[in-house]
């Protein structure tokens, strides 16, 4: 087992799907905080349309990929995603990982059957398990991850262990945190784990309930319950978890979104203190992305919005905003508005992190 950084609850574990807007995005971070983040990377799903072979996908989610997480202690691979395409799929991603020089840690799970193999050929790192909800609601939780330590010989102590609590946007706040705090109860030993992790998001599964040309708050539940009930409580846990989310991506992401049957609008997703920022203009097919986003960056640079607006200097992303705003050129695509979005975010948690009253 090599050496790796084991980190605690002052640490964030962002879960972001490989594309290439997050890829930038990590790259753009602060180089203070990359030392507090380990981030938890998702090869997304095969979409035969844009990657007839396994090969043709894996070159496009590692394009980049290794010099995204330089800088950072380690992070995490997932690729239950592409589960349909079988073992050696798992087998290739992890085998592209070590050969780039990547250090990861694979993530399995007690559930699961596709990418178990491939995972613990590649433990150099220690192994993270990632419990999901479905598996709590089923009951046996705690029983069947034990089993799943016993038969696979593995030690607590050598798994970084994830309590994923996966979308909770359709929870209210007292509901996010009675879902946490019974989940995390079913935890067998949880001082033993290497690490352990809370995970879940609270972002809005799509931007239909923000009006044509308006705003709408969303309040970030899952980081409210953390911090207000969590953290608040820590001297009575047995254990603080870590932090994590999915950044300003609901979950089950936009694998399955078709530009040419399916129609987007343009719209800037801005982390706040307690919530998301949802600015939302128009159709792209009305008006072009490249004409919206600059009108759109001013409401939050110069306009009714700016209040909201963190400044210029917060971070590269909103740097970018501003640039935006004053009419730079080249900042007018969706990819590169989740960019900068997500530049945002991961500097909002880490910083938010780093200013709570640790003893």
Same mark, same amino acid.
């Given at each position: 087992?090599?050496?790796?950084? $084991?980190?605690?609850?002052?640490?964030?574990?962002?879960?972001?799907?490989?594309?290439?807007?997050?890829?930038?995005?990590?790259?753009?971070?602060?180089?203070?905080?990359?030392?507090?983040?380990?981030?938890?990377?998702?090869?997304?799903?095969?979409?035969?349309?844009?990657?007839?072979?396994?090969?043709?996908?894996?070159?496009?989610?590692?394009?980049?990929?290794?010099?995204?997480?330089?800088?950072?202690?380690?992070?995490?691979?997932?690729?239950?995603?592409?589960?349909?395409?079988?073992?050696?799929?798992?087998?290739?991603?992890?085998?592209?990982?070590?050969?780039?020089?990547?250090?990861?840690?694979?993530?399995?799970?007690?559930?699961?059957?596709?990418?178990?193999?491939?995972?613990?050929?590649?433990?150099?790192?220690?192994?993270? $398990?990632?419990?999901?909800?479905?598996?709590?609601?089923?009951?046996?939780?705690?029983?069947?991850?034990?089993?799943?330590?016993?038969?696979?010989?593995?030690?607590?102590?050598?798994?970084?262990?994830?309590?994923?609590?996966?979308?909770?946007?359709?929870?209210?706040?007292?509901?996010? $945190?009675?879902?946490?705090?019974?989940?995390?109860?079913?935890?067998?030993?949880?001082?033993?784990?290497?690490?352990?992790?809370?995970?879940?998001?609270?972002?809005?599964?799509?931007?239909?309930?923000?009006?044509?040309?308006?705003?709408?708050?969303?309040?970030?539940?899952?980081?409210?319950?953390?911090?207000?009930?969590?953290?608040?409580?820590?001297?009575?846990?047995?254990?603080?978890?870590?932090?994590?989310?999915?950044?300003?991506?609901?979950?089950?992401?936009?694998?399955?979104?078709?530009?040419?049957?399916?129609?987007?609008?343009?719209?800037?997703?801005?982390?706040?203190?307690?919530?998301?920022?949802?600015?939302?203009?128009?159709?792209?097919?009305?008006?072009?992305?490249?004409?919206?986003?600059?009108?759109?960056?001013?409401?939050?640079?110069?306009?009714?919005?700016?209040?909201?607006?963190?400044?210029?200097?917060?971070?590269?992303?909103?740097?970018?905003?501003?640039?935006?705003?004053?009419?730079?050129?080249?900042?007018?695509?969706?990819?590169?508005?989740?960019?900068?979005?997500?530049?945002?975010?991961?500097?909002?948690?880490?910083?938010?992190?780093?200013?709570?009253?640790?003893?």
């Amino acid at each position: 087992m090599s050496n790796i950084k $084991i980190f605690g609850p002052d640490h964030y574990v962002p879960m972001l799907k490989v594309k290439r807007g997050e890829k930038k995005a990590l790259q753009a971070v602060p180089e203070d905080l990359k030392a507090m983040m380990t981030p938890l990377l998702e090869i997304v799903e095969r979409r035969h349309e844009k990657s007839p072979t396994v090969q043709h996908h894996l070159d496009k989610a590692f394009t980049d990929l290794p010099s995204a997480v330089l800088g950072y202690p380690r992070c995490l691979i997932d690729v239950h995603e592409m589960a349909q395409d079988g073992p050696k799929a798992a087998e290739g991603a992890f085998r592209r990982a070590a050969a780039s020089g990547m250090v990861f840690t694979p993530v399995t799970g007690i559930s699961r059957q596709v990418d178990v193999a491939a995972a613990f050929d590649h433990r150099e790192n220690g192994l993270a $398990i990632r419990l999901t909800r479905e598996e709590f609601e089923g009951g046996r939780l705690a029983k069947t991850l034990e089993q799943f330590v016993a038969e696979h010989s593995l030690a607590n102590e050598d798994v970084d262990l994830i309590v994923d609590l996966g979308p909770v946007d359709d929870l209210v706040l007292p509901g996010v $945190i009675a879902f946490a705090g019974a989940f995390l109860d079913e935890v067998p030993r949880p001082s033993e784990w290497r690490t352990l992790t809370l995970s879940g998001s609270a972002f809005p599964s799509s931007m239909g309930g923000v009006g044509r040309q308006s705003h709408l708050n969303a309040e970030r539940a899952e980081w409210k319950a953390w911090r207000d009930d969590l953290f608040a409580r820590r001297t009575e846990l047995q254990r603080l978890p870590t932090y994590s989310d999915f950044g300003i991506q609901h979950p089950t992401g936009v694998e399955g979104f078709d530009p040419r049957t399916m129609q987007v609008s343009a719209c800037i997703r801005y982390t706040l203190t307690d919530d998301w920022l949802l600015i939302k203009g128009e159709s792209t097919r009305a008006t072009p992305a490249t004409e919206q986003f600059p009108d759109l960056a001013t409401q939050l640079v110069y306009g009714h919005l700016r209040r909201d607006f963190a400044g210029s200097d917060h971070c590269p992303g909103c740097r970018s905003i501003k640039a935006a705003a004053d009419g730079w050129p080249r900042l007018g695509s969706l990819e590169a508005w989740r960019r900068l979005g997500t530049i945002h975010h991961l500097t909002t948690v880490a910083e938010a992190l780093a200013a709570l009253p640790w003893p």
